[in-house]
């Protein structure tokens, strides 16, 4: 056995990176290990959009915890730059969900009045509206949703700011160190084996995103799946105002000088290629929705793997019958947005036991088999 710490993060994602980060904060004594260099599959790959009131629907009991998500970024970037230097590349102006035929525009006009009753900014534009906002908007644009709380980050920077500050705090990173096991001897976690060493510990968190399963030990299935999104970086069109828009399976985010198009969700195995027929619906969504985005140099396409559970929502919490074993992964296409809170979810659960955010929809024993 070499070192021991308080606890063992397995997996330098976003969700690893603002856990170790948290726990950190408070002193705890942090290994993060990560089987490659952290930050380089999902947190790497995503968009950045801070984008609740689209990716969730209103009726979806997540959506009280994504909201505090979103907003809990006004204190965390003024935070990091505090700490790290790091400018995050975070801006506001909001989100616009387009409706791009007549049947979308009910559906988009319900999530409008759903919610504004729930005390969250939300306006429909019609199309005169919307074409003052995106005056290059397509032709089938008949109107759209706006949220104009939603927000924008760069992922990247991010996730490398967090992990940096969890440095900062005190926690050790061994990247290219593989997680295999997580050692639990009488229903307590006593150490997490890598390829290289076996570390004691009394408490790990799986933040392993689309491979969690995979970790031997693990006292029950994780339902977790990779779900493959293909992106592409593209020159933002001259002239245009600069928001983030979505429309149907697709979405335009700007960044720097360049617009980001994103994304499909297959079912690819493990696969992180990029396909002409993945690129193309992306090509072809984007520039229905902003038909300059057709002429536009592409700079460069990619692919990675969001952890997706089968109601899309993430697992959050205790392992009911392990001790010390904690979970923090399966957050789908809402893990930029939900990383940093679960990081302080996941200090709050380790250290304190208990934490204030209602995560009763996150549980992992939602999934179990009903006899
Ligand atoms: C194309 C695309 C666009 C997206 N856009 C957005 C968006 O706009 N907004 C948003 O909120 N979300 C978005 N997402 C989703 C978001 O990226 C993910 O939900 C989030 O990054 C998951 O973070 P994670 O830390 O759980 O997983 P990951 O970032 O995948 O990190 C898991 C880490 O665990 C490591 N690991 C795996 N196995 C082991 C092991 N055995 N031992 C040690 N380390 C291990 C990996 O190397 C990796 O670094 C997008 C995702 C994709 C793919």
Known sequence: MSASYDCVVIGGGIVGAAAARALAARGSRILLVDRAMPGSEASGAAAGMLAPQI???ADDPILPLAITARSRYAELVPELHRRTGVNVGYFGGGS??????????????????????????AE???????LRRHPGIGPAALGALFAPD?????????????????VRYGAEVADHEEATEIVITAARVTAVATVRRRYGTSAAVVTAGAWSPSLRGLPRALPIEPVRGQMAIVTWPAGEPVGVLFGRHVYIVPRAD??????????????????????????????ALLPAIASQR???????LRPVTPDGRPLIGPDPEVAGLWYA??????????????GEIIRDLVLDGATGWDISSCAVTRFDQRP
Do not use: Y
């Not at 592409?298 to 990675?304: C, D, E, K, L, P």
């Open 329 to 342: 992964t399966g957050h789908g296409r809402k893990g930029i947005l939900l990383g940093p809170l679960t």
């Open 258 to 287: 360049d617009a980001l198009l994103g994304s499909t969700m297959e079912h690819a195995g493990f696969a992180k290629d990029t396909t002409p027929d993945g690129l193309g619906q992306i090509f072809t969504g984007t520039a």
């Open 298 to 304: 592409i700079h460069r396409s990619w692919a990675g």
């Open 55 to 57: 990716e969730v629907l």
């Open 96 to 121: 616009v969900q387009v409706a791009l035929g007549p049947e979308e525009v009910a559906p988009l006009q319900a999530q409008v009045g759903a919610q504004g009753a729930m005390g969250l900014k």
């Open 150 to 166: 939603d927000a924008r980050v760069n992922n990247v920077t991010l996730t490398a700011a967090l992990l940096a500050d969890a």
């Open 124 to 130: 429909w534009l019609d199309r005169a509206a919307l």
